[in-house]
């Protein structure tokens, strides 16, 4: 009776994913998913005209993306990111060892606070300011090349937790072919750019992505408008 109980339970269970195509934190949600297997349904929001069920769901911040497991609703993607290698724990996303999971962490964190918002600056800015937000940029690169050093992986021989919240230089690979500037290069970062291949390669990684000149016709209009939410 139990067994089928549990089977009931699996069939019925609901996810859903509320996001936008162009956003990276929605892709790193999708990513997560599809590595463990997860059916979801996705659901496409209009941020100039956010959807009943989003400010449902988010209420505090009314931003994508939100996860909704069962009929209650997860928000902000590395928190999402957690939530789904602990509800679902095959093919585990994060370390198991204690430090390790704190370090995974650290490296996402760091990459959201301080990669991102110089990454979303330096597209918006010029001249001096713009020259100084680079040299800014390419410390925090050098900084991760530091720590991905002779890995496959930042997690190790396979795609995890600060591999999805890297997506960020997937999308400053594009945006700086975009806008036509020269931030990361494979002559700076020749490790960097070795994991980018190694990412874009992945299959599940890779049907993630939004179409490339899709994705790059939209940069060169996105940074007339606000900022991309997290």
Same mark, same amino acid.
């Given at each position: 009776m139990?067994?089928? /109980?549990?089977?009931?339970?699996?069939? *019925?269970?609901e996810v859903k994913l509320f996001g936008t195509w162009a956003s990276i934190f929605s892709r790193r949600i999708e990513v997560a998913l599809k590595l463990k297997g997860v059916q979801f349904e996705y659901i496409e929001e209009n941020l100039s005209n956010k959807s009943p069920a989003l400010l449902k769901y988010n209420p505090v911040?009314?931003?994508? @993306?939100?996860? !909704?497991?069962?009929?209650k609703p997860v928000a902000e993607s590395l928190?999402?990111?957690?939530?789904i290698d602990e509800t679902w724990k095959h093919n585990p996303i994060l370390? *198991?060892?204690?430090?390790?999971?704190?370090?995974?962490?650290?490296w996402a964190k760091y990459i959201?606070?301080? %990669?991102? @918002?110089? !990454?979303?600056? !330096?597209?918006? /800015?010029?001249?001096?300011?713009?020259? #100084?937000?680079?040299?800014e940029i390419q410390e925090q690169l050098k900084t991760l090349e530091s720590e991905l050093k002779e890995k496959?992986?930042? #997690?190790?021989?396979?795609? #995890?937790?600060?591999?999805?919240?890297?997506?960020?230089? !997937?999308? %400053?690979?594009?945006?700086?072919?975009? %806008? #036509?500037?020269?931030?990361l290069t494979e002559e700076k970062f020749p490790v960097l750019h070795g994991w980018y291949q190694r990412l874009v390669?992945?299959?599940?990684?890779?049907?993630?992505? @939004? @179409?490339?000149?899709?994705?790059? /016709?939209s940069v060169k209009v996105w940074f007339g408008s606000s900022t991309p939410s997290k």
């Open positions: 139990a067994a089928i /109980s549990l089977q009931t339970a699996t069939m *019925t269970e911040h009314k931003k994508i @993306p939100v996860l !909704v497991h069962n009929g928190v999402i990111l957690e939530y370390p *198991t060892d204690p430090y390790e999971k704190a370090m995974a962490r650290f959201d606070d301080k %990669l991102w @918002p110089a !990454v979303t600056k !330096v597209l918006v /800015s010029k001249g001096e300011e713009q020259k #100084g937000v680079i040299e496959k992986f930042f #997690g190790g021989e396979s795609l #995890g937790f600060v591999d999805i919240a890297a997506n960020i230089i !997937v999308f %400053l690979l594009v945006a700086q072919e975009a %806008l #036509g500037m020269e931030i390669d992945d299959a599940v990684f890779k049907e993630c992505m @939004p @179409p490339r000149e899709q994705h790059l /016709s």
